[in-house]
């Protein structure tokens, strides 16, 4: 008697996981863009709060701190939650990196916020015990940060994005940009830390301005480029046409960053 074939086995899909997974997903999701939106108007707010006050723009402490902040961690956050909606991450694995990246993102942004109102510098500030404190749970925070959008970064180059046309390119470029967005800012924060740790305050304020271009520009590629990918789709050009206008701007992007990264490494 002839044997049945065993079956091959079946590879899971998004209909293989269950539903309560799936709105959880999806609630964290909305929390995320939420809280986004929140960070970015607490940022345009405070420049409401500068235009009254007023002080000066540059420095450790100014209003600059938690208008640049708040806007850039808020774009990142909803930017961030909406591309990896495209990669092939695990339901449950996104749902935790995305509620952990935004609670990260809240701590950062209220420290910076909490200490511009205290008057005094949120990073590398060591004069008091709680200065202290604070200064290390952002200095903490901001690793978290980096271990968390690398792993995303990892997973598009891992398995290709889905999305339309050209997306793929979009989220990996974004990714492989924001690498560099996270290795200027480690590299701020360990050189500010040493410099202070060794009785450098002021140097160690002076040091991070080479850097905050390239971290700046090289931040919020991952949002630029996957959104210009999603509106070429909907133009209506050519495939080929739609394609170059992508290689233009992905190159384009690169070379903005290769020049701050050229003004940093002369700064120095």
Not at 248 to 253: D, P, S
Request: proline share 6%; hydrophobic share 50%.
């Amino acid at each position: 008697m002839d044997s049945v074939p065993a079956e091959a086995p079946v590879a899971p899909t998004r209909s293989s996981v269950p539903a309560s997974r799936v709105s959880g997903a999806r609630r964290v999701a909305r929390l995320c863009h939420v809280t986004g939106v929140v960070l970015v108007l607490s940022g345009l707010a405070h420049l409401i709060v500068f235009a009254v006050d007023g002080g000066p723009w540059d420095g450790p402490v100014s209003w600059r701190k938690p208008v640049t902040f708040g806007v850039s961690f808020g774009a990142t956050l909803t930017a961030v939650t909406w591309v990896t909606s495209y990669l092939r991450v695990g339901t449950r694995l996104r749902t935790l990196l995305l509620a952990v990246f935004a609670a990260d993102c809240v701590v950062e942004v209220g420290g910076i916020t909490l200490q511009a109102w205290r008057g005094v510098p949120s990073h590398l500030d060591m004069e008091t015990p709680f200065d202290t404190a604070v200064s290390m749970t952002l200095a903490v925070g901001g690793g978290i940060l980096v271990v968390l959008l690398t792993v995303f970064a990892l997973a598009s180059f891992r398995h290709r994005p889905s999305g339309p046309a050209g997306m793929d390119l979009a989220v990996r470029s974004g990714f492989a940009i924001l690498l560099v967005a996270l290795s200027s800012g480690a590299a701020m924060i360990a050189r500010g830390v040493v410099l202070t740790r060794t009785g450098h305050q002021e140097a160690a304020y002076r040091s991070t301005a080479p850097l905050k271009p390239l971290h700046g520009v090289s931040l919020h590629a991952v949002l630029v480029l996957p959104a210009l990918a999603w509106l070429l789709s909907h133009a209506p050009w050519s495939e080929t046409v739609r394609r170059r206008t992508l290689y233009t701007a992905i190159g384009c992007y690169v070379a903005a960053v290769i020049g701050a990264g050229v003004w940093a490494a002369g700064a120095h």
